[in-house]
């Protein structure tokens, strides 16, 4: 009976050895797969760098908190424009003339003024000029007293505009020039050509003849620029 002991024995040991084997290729023995050690939370907390922003908390569906961004600031638009008025929206050409820098210069800001109705620029043209006439009466504010023409429905903001854009000449003295051209009253001048341009007006020419001149609206600018008169009448 003793070798039949022998040979149980041997194949226990077998299969012992056949089951030890495959937990040792996975690293893990025996003892180990039954021992599972938990990590108490306290120990995760603990454990992160404390130097180290853990940046934004997440929300209740774990995506990472929104950023607050500033409300976009709008521009300020600038002051200095009057609204609408007579001349809004017109787009006229300038006539090519032959007149020094300075005046050219003035001629363009004070059409840009009048089509943006910015009234601004016009206060500051006048203002600047060390002689300005505007009005026959005893007005004080000229940028004030065009306003109150518009108001009358006589278009002064046009008709700046629509002088500029006319032929200019050089007035009696040689220090001013002028628009239109037909308010020096020389022969040269007063053309029917030159009176076409007064487009505003219906028969300027008869009307200049009957008052002994052009006294329609008309602009005067310095040989040096500066702005001395935009004026109707007498």
Do not use: K, N
């Amino acid at each position: 009976m003793r070798p039949r002991s022998r040979s149980r024995s041997h194949l226990l040991a077998v299969v012992a050895v056949g089951l030890v084997l495959p937990l040792a290729a996975c690293g893990t023995t025996p003892e180990a797969a039954d021992v599972t050690t938990p990590v108490a939370a306290e120990e995760l907390e603990t454990s992160a760098d404390p130097h180290v922003d853990p940046g934004p908390a997440p929300d209740s569906a774990g995506a990472p908190a929104p950023t607050t961004e500033p409300a976009p600031t709008t521009e300020p638009e600038p002051s200095g424009a009057g609204g609408d008025c007579s001349a809004q929206g017109h787009q006229l050409e300038v006539v090519p003339a032959d007149v020094p820098d300075a005046v050219a210069a003035m001629r363009d800001f004070l059409l840009d003024a009048a089509l943006r109705c910015d009234e601004q620029m016009l206060h500051t043209a006048a203002s600047e000029s060390d002689q300005f006439t505007y009005s026959f009466g005893g007005e004080t504010d000229p940028v004030g007293y065009w306003w109150d023409l518009e108001e009358a429905g006589e278009e002064p903001f046009l008709r700046l505009a629509q002088v500029l854009v006319t032929t200019p000449s050089l007035a009696d003295g040689g220090e001013i020039v002028v628009w239109p051209r037909v308010h020096t009253g020389r022969p040269e001048d007063t053309t029917a050509e030159a009176w076409q341009e007064v487009s505003w007006m219906d028969e300027p020419a008869q009307a200049a003849e009957q008052a002994g001149g052009y006294l329609g609206w008309r602009v005067g600018i310095s040989e040096d620029g500066q702005w001395r008169f935009f004026v109707a009448g007498d």
